[in-house]
């Protein structure tokens, strides 16, 4: 059974940095593409960012491009989003999501598994 388990939000002011980590369980990271999407109150659920099973990397550019950077442990097999120059707007919740077919998508309909979710909230 493949799990995800988000951690590493909270708050923060801006200009401020988070890095948030998902733990992966049940299968390799190493073979996925993972990424990190976001929803903020109000708003549906929006693509952040995704690296592919080869280490591609690709995101939201108007958003978060030059602030925020996704990486992968396989050995720990993990993925973490470092968050840097954070803005108000950034305040959401953030979800880990996995997909073990398929080529790199920005679609959250492309991905079969979830994690619950981490709350960052970042002050004015």
């Known amino acids: 059974q493949v799990q995800l388990v988000e951690s590493g939000g909270g708050l923060v002011q801006a200009g401020g940095s988070l890095r948030l980590s998902c733990a992966v369980s049940?299968?390799?990271?190493?073979?996925?593409?993972m990424a990190w999407f976001r929803q903020a109150p109000g708003k549906e659920r929006e693509f952040v960012a995704v690296?592919?099973?080869?280490?591609?990397?690709?995101y939201d550019v108007d958003s978060v491009k030059g602030r925020f950077t996704i990486t992968r442990d396989n050995a720990k097999n993990m993925v973490s989003l470092q968050m840097n120059s954070l803005k108000p707007e950034d305040t959401a919740i953030y979800y880990c999501?996995?997909?073990?077919?398929?080529?790199?998508?920005?679609?959250?309909?492309?991905?079969?598994?979830w994690g619950q979710g981490t709350q960052v909230t970042v002050s004015s």
């Open positions: 049940g299968r390799a990271v190493s073979s996925s593409n």
């Open positions: 690296i592919s099973w080869i280490g591609r990397t690709t």
């Open positions: 999501a996995a997909a073990w077919a398929g080529s790199t998508n920005t679609s959250s309909m492309a991905y079969a598994y």
